[in-house]
Protein backbone atom coordinates (compact mmCIF):
# COMPACT_ATOMS: atom_id res chain seq x y z
CA UNK A 1 0.00 0.00 0.00
CA UNK A 2 2.15 2.79 -1.07
CA UNK A 3 -0.39 5.73 -0.22
CA UNK A 4 0.35 8.76 -1.60
CA UNK A 5 2.99 8.83 -4.05
CA UNK A 6 5.04 12.03 -5.97
CA UNK A 7 6.83 12.64 -8.89
CA UNK A 8 9.80 13.51 -9.60
CA UNK A 9 11.40 14.29 -5.55
CA UNK A 10 13.56 17.45 -7.35
CA UNK A 11 13.03 19.56 -10.39
CA UNK A 12 14.80 22.27 -11.50
CA UNK A 13 13.47 24.86 -14.32
CA UNK A 14 13.71 27.94 -15.93
CA UNK A 15 11.61 31.06 -16.00
CA UNK A 16 9.14 30.48 -18.67
CA UNK A 17 9.44 26.29 -19.13
CA UNK A 18 6.69 24.44 -17.98
CA UNK A 19 5.68 20.97 -16.25
CA UNK A 20 3.43 18.75 -14.84
CA UNK A 21 3.73 17.61 -11.32
CA UNK A 22 2.58 13.46 -10.66
CA UNK A 23 0.53 12.51 -7.79
CA UNK A 24 -1.36 9.49 -7.70
CA UNK A 25 -3.18 7.53 -4.92
CA UNK A 26 -4.10 4.26 -4.12
CA UNK A 27 -6.50 4.20 -1.40
CA UNK A 28 -9.85 5.21 -3.36
CA UNK A 29 -10.11 8.51 -1.68
CA UNK A 30 -12.84 10.99 -3.76
CA UNK A 31 -10.90 14.29 -2.26
CA UNK A 32 -7.30 15.14 -2.89
CA UNK A 33 -5.49 18.60 -2.89
CA UNK A 34 -2.10 20.34 -4.16
CA UNK A 35 -0.12 22.21 -1.27
CA UNK A 36 2.93 24.67 -1.57
CA UNK A 37 5.04 24.86 1.57
CA UNK A 38 7.35 28.07 2.11
CA UNK A 39 9.61 29.09 5.04
CA UNK A 40 7.76 31.19 7.59
CA UNK A 41 4.65 30.30 5.41
CA UNK A 42 2.71 27.25 6.49
CA UNK A 43 1.03 25.02 3.55
CA UNK A 44 -1.37 27.14 1.60
CA UNK A 45 -3.50 25.16 -0.60
CA UNK A 46 -3.28 25.29 -4.49
CA UNK A 47 -6.18 23.01 -6.11
CA UNK A 48 -8.67 20.92 -4.75
CA UNK A 49 -10.80 17.88 -6.37
CA UNK A 50 -13.45 16.19 -4.48
CA UNK A 51 -14.01 13.65 -7.33
CA UNK A 52 -13.02 12.61 -10.94
CA UNK A 53 -14.13 15.35 -13.11
CA UNK A 54 -14.23 18.12 -10.15
CA UNK A 55 -11.99 20.74 -9.35
CA UNK A 56 -11.65 23.69 -7.90
CA UNK A 57 -9.37 26.58 -6.63
CA UNK A 58 -7.82 27.27 -3.55
CA UNK A 59 -6.00 30.07 -1.56
CA UNK A 60 -3.01 30.38 -4.27
CA UNK A 61 -4.33 29.23 -7.77
CA UNK A 62 -2.85 31.52 -9.95
CA UNK A 63 -0.02 30.28 -12.71
CA UNK A 64 -1.44 26.58 -11.89
CA UNK A 65 -3.65 24.21 -13.67
CA UNK A 66 -4.99 21.33 -12.45
CA UNK A 67 -7.52 17.74 -14.01
CA UNK A 68 -8.96 14.72 -12.03
CA UNK A 69 -9.88 12.40 -15.06
CA UNK A 70 -9.71 9.32 -12.73
CA UNK A 71 -9.69 9.37 -9.13
CA UNK A 72 -6.03 7.57 -8.17
CA UNK A 73 -4.46 10.55 -10.09
CA UNK A 74 -4.18 14.11 -9.65
CA UNK A 75 -1.68 16.30 -11.84
CA UNK A 76 -0.65 19.88 -11.21
CA UNK A 77 0.71 21.77 -14.15
CA UNK A 78 2.78 24.95 -14.05
CA UNK A 79 2.60 26.74 -17.10
CA UNK A 80 4.76 28.86 -17.12
CA UNK A 81 7.40 28.50 -14.58
CA UNK A 82 8.32 32.14 -12.34
CA UNK A 83 10.95 32.08 -10.06
CA UNK A 84 7.83 32.56 -7.16
CA UNK A 85 7.08 29.55 -8.21
CA UNK A 86 10.09 27.60 -6.65
CA UNK A 87 8.47 25.85 -3.68
CA UNK A 88 8.16 22.62 -2.11
CA UNK A 89 5.00 20.96 -3.23
CA UNK A 90 2.81 18.54 -1.68
CA UNK A 91 -0.13 16.50 -2.84
CA UNK A 92 -2.46 15.02 -0.63
CA UNK A 93 -5.25 13.33 -0.59
CA UNK A 94 -8.54 12.71 2.33
CA UNK A 95 -10.41 10.20 3.90
CA UNK A 96 -14.26 10.31 4.84
CA UNK A 97 -13.31 10.67 8.44
CA UNK A 98 -10.70 13.57 7.30
CA UNK A 99 -7.44 11.87 7.77
CA UNK A 100 -5.23 13.49 5.07
CA UNK A 101 -2.23 11.57 3.97
CA UNK A 102 0.54 13.70 1.91
CA UNK A 103 2.75 12.52 -0.27
CA UNK A 104 6.96 13.03 0.40
CA UNK A 105 7.25 16.31 -1.91
CA UNK A 106 8.64 17.56 -4.72
CA UNK A 107 11.51 19.90 -4.56
CA UNK A 108 11.11 22.91 -7.29
CA UNK A 109 13.49 25.44 -7.95
CA UNK A 110 12.77 28.00 -10.69
CA UNK A 111 16.25 29.76 -12.22
CA UNK B 1 -5.16 37.10 5.57
CA UNK B 2 -3.73 33.95 8.38
CA UNK B 3 -6.76 32.37 9.70
CA UNK B 4 -4.79 30.13 11.96
CA UNK B 5 -2.11 31.63 13.94
CA UNK B 6 0.63 29.75 15.22
CA UNK B 7 3.62 30.04 18.00
CA UNK B 8 6.22 29.92 18.53
CA UNK B 9 7.98 29.98 15.44
CA UNK B 10 11.14 27.78 17.07
CA UNK B 11 10.85 26.36 20.40
CA UNK B 12 13.79 24.66 21.89
CA UNK B 13 13.33 22.25 24.97
CA UNK B 14 15.56 19.57 26.69
CA UNK B 15 14.45 15.85 26.87
CA UNK B 16 11.97 15.29 29.38
CA UNK B 17 10.74 18.71 29.20
CA UNK B 18 7.33 19.79 28.23
CA UNK B 19 7.09 21.45 24.48
CA UNK B 20 4.01 23.47 24.15
CA UNK B 21 2.84 25.24 21.07
CA UNK B 22 -0.23 27.55 20.39
CA UNK B 23 -2.22 28.05 17.81
CA UNK B 24 -5.51 30.40 17.35
CA UNK B 25 -7.86 30.52 14.73
CA UNK B 26 -10.71 32.98 13.62
CA UNK B 27 -13.51 31.24 11.65
CA UNK B 28 -16.17 29.90 14.00
CA UNK B 29 -17.31 27.62 11.09
CA UNK B 30 -13.81 25.39 12.02
CA UNK B 31 -14.95 22.13 13.59
CA UNK B 32 -12.11 19.78 13.04
CA UNK B 33 -8.49 20.52 14.23
CA UNK B 34 -5.38 18.35 13.69
CA UNK B 35 -1.82 18.88 14.31
CA UNK B 36 0.67 17.56 11.79
CA UNK B 37 4.08 16.73 12.73
CA UNK B 38 6.76 16.92 9.50
CA UNK B 39 10.44 15.30 9.44
CA UNK B 40 12.97 17.06 6.86
CA UNK B 41 12.55 15.61 3.45
CA UNK B 42 9.28 13.90 4.35
CA UNK B 43 5.49 15.14 3.77
CA UNK B 44 3.51 15.92 7.05
CA UNK B 45 1.75 13.38 9.00
CA UNK B 46 -1.07 13.07 10.99
CA UNK B 47 -0.40 13.36 14.85
CA UNK B 48 -3.53 14.35 16.88
CA UNK B 49 -6.91 16.08 16.14
CA UNK B 50 -9.99 16.86 17.99
CA UNK B 51 -13.41 18.55 17.26
CA UNK B 52 -14.60 21.21 19.42
CA UNK B 53 -17.52 19.38 21.51
CA UNK B 54 -13.89 18.32 23.78
CA UNK B 55 -11.76 20.33 25.80
CA UNK B 56 -8.84 17.50 25.79
CA UNK B 57 -7.35 14.75 23.87
CA UNK B 58 -4.57 12.96 24.81
CA UNK B 59 -2.90 10.26 22.73
CA UNK B 60 0.23 8.68 24.81
CA UNK B 61 2.80 11.78 24.98
CA UNK B 62 0.86 13.97 23.08
CA UNK B 63 -2.39 16.02 24.34
CA UNK B 64 -4.65 18.90 22.54
CA UNK B 65 -5.84 21.06 24.96
CA UNK B 66 -9.14 23.16 23.49
CA UNK B 67 -10.62 26.63 24.49
CA UNK B 68 -13.52 27.26 22.32
CA UNK B 69 -14.47 30.65 23.80
CA UNK B 70 -11.47 32.19 23.30
CA UNK B 71 -10.89 30.16 19.36
CA UNK B 72 -7.71 29.12 20.66
CA UNK B 73 -5.63 25.62 21.01
CA UNK B 74 -2.62 23.86 21.88
CA UNK B 75 -0.46 20.94 21.65
CA UNK B 76 1.45 19.67 25.03
CA UNK B 77 4.22 17.05 24.53
CA UNK B 78 5.28 15.32 27.50
CA UNK B 79 8.51 13.99 28.49
CA UNK B 80 10.16 15.38 25.20
CA UNK B 81 12.09 13.25 23.58
CA UNK B 82 15.43 14.02 20.71
CA UNK B 83 12.84 12.33 18.07
CA UNK B 84 10.19 14.60 18.60
CA UNK B 85 12.85 16.90 16.93
CA UNK B 86 10.37 18.08 14.18
CA UNK B 87 8.18 20.92 12.71
CA UNK B 88 4.91 20.92 13.79
CA UNK B 89 1.68 22.47 12.01
CA UNK B 90 -1.66 23.09 13.70
CA UNK B 91 -4.14 22.95 11.18
CA UNK B 92 -8.52 23.71 10.85
CA UNK B 93 -10.83 22.91 8.51
CA UNK B 94 -14.67 23.22 8.11
CA UNK B 95 -15.83 19.53 7.69
CA UNK B 96 -17.75 18.82 4.41
CA UNK B 97 -17.43 17.41 1.22
CA UNK B 98 -15.33 20.16 -0.01
CA UNK B 99 -13.33 21.14 2.92
CA UNK B 100 -10.47 22.22 2.77
CA UNK B 101 -7.42 22.43 5.46
CA UNK B 102 -5.78 25.76 6.37
CA UNK B 103 -2.44 25.47 8.21
CA UNK B 104 -0.91 27.59 10.90
CA UNK B 105 3.09 28.62 9.66
CA UNK B 106 4.38 25.71 11.88
CA UNK B 107 7.09 25.63 14.61
CA UNK B 108 10.53 23.88 14.34
CA UNK B 109 10.73 22.06 17.67
CA UNK B 110 14.42 21.36 18.69
CA UNK B 111 14.48 18.78 21.93
CA UNK B 112 18.58 18.54 23.51
CA UNK B 113 20.36 16.03 25.78
Known amino acids: NAGVTQTPKFQVLKTGQSMTLQCAQD?????MSWYRQDPGMGLRLIHY???????DQGEVPNGYNVSRSTTEDFPLRLLSAAPSQTSVYFC??????????FGSGTRLTVV | QQQVKQSPQSLIVQKGGISIINCAYENTAFDYFPWYQQFPGKGPALLIAIRPDVSEKKEGRFTISFNKSAKQFSLHIMDSQPGDSATYFCAALRTGTASKLTFGTGTRLQVTL
Open chain 1, 49 to 55: SVGAGIT
Open chain 1, 92 to 101: ASRSHSYGYT
Open chain 1, 27 to 31: MNHEY
